[in-house]
């Protein structure tokens, strides 16, 4: 059973959405402040967390950043309708996916499901094959414990971000459609204005870096998509 913490200052909203989460098979621990859910994400193994933008004492973001100093554990961040720049934020200090609120419990558990499929691998189907090593210039993708180097150098990826560089990886030297690139790394469907693969890959290229001879190594194709250079 994977077990969640959920972190939001709206009690009636976490009750609701620990029940609707219970129901469907999952674990739930709630804090209804930052500062809480901090100290609760340290100190317990969560397969996923949800933490609000809002919370008194010590803010989503805030606990987000302290978070990714140490621990890669899977993050969805709740937002305000709305709000895009919290979504941008949240993207850009590590969070693997983000839901406007009021979100639907639904919607929600389907994101949660998509997330911890991408962190256990089983989205790329490499936890049903043989493990596998891919490699391309100074990059090395080990399939079998989902990590990442780059020139020798082991590259700390969140799940979502290793399966953004799988995808690119697998059909690098190709222009991969964001449409493509959202339905295999993230597991769902793109949506209009939905900026989470611009930040992951914006997240990607600042934590690899450029090619040998200061190319970017992953190239935007404006109105369509990625395209990793063969190099």
């Not at 989460?21 to 967390?49: N, Q, W």
């Not at 994101?111 to 790329?124: E, F, H």
């Not at 934590?207 to 194709?221: A, C, H, M, Q, Y």
């Amino acid at each position: 059973m994977d077990h969640i913490l959920l972190a939001d200052d709206d009690i009636e909203l976490g009750e609701m959405l620990t029940q609707y989460l219970g129901i469907e098979g999952f674990a739930v621990d709630t804090a209804h402040d930052g500062e809480t859910a901090l100290a609760m994400a340290r100190a317990g193994h969560y397969d996923l967390i949800i933490l609000d933008v809002m919370m008194p004492r010590l803010g989503g973001f805030d606990v987000l950043r302290e978070l990714r100093i140490r621990s890669l554990v899977p993050v969805l961040m709740l937002t305000a309708r709305g709000e895009d720049v919290d979504s941008i934020v949240g993207l850009e200090l590590g969070a693997d996916d983000y839901l406007a609120k009021p979100c639907n419990p639904r919607v929600l558990v389907a994101r949660v499901r998509a997330i911890l499929r991408r962190a256990s691998g089983s989205d790329s189907g490499s936890a049903d094959s043989a493990p596998e090593i891919l490699s391309l210039g100074d990059i090395e993708l080990h399939t079998g414990t989902r990590s990442v180097y780059c020139r020798g150098r082991q590259v700390p990826l969140t799940g979502t971000e290793y399966s953004v560089l799988e995808v690119l990886l697998r059909s690098a030297g190709h222009v991969v459609s964001k449409a493509h690139l959202s339905e295999h790394a993230l597991g769902r469907r793109l949506t209009p204005y939905d900026r989470s693969l611009d930040m992951h890959v914006s997240s990607l290229r600042r934590k690899l870096g450029p090619l040998s001879d200061n190319e970017e190594r992953i190239k935007t194709v404006r109105g369509i998509g990625y395209q990793y250079i063969h190099s």
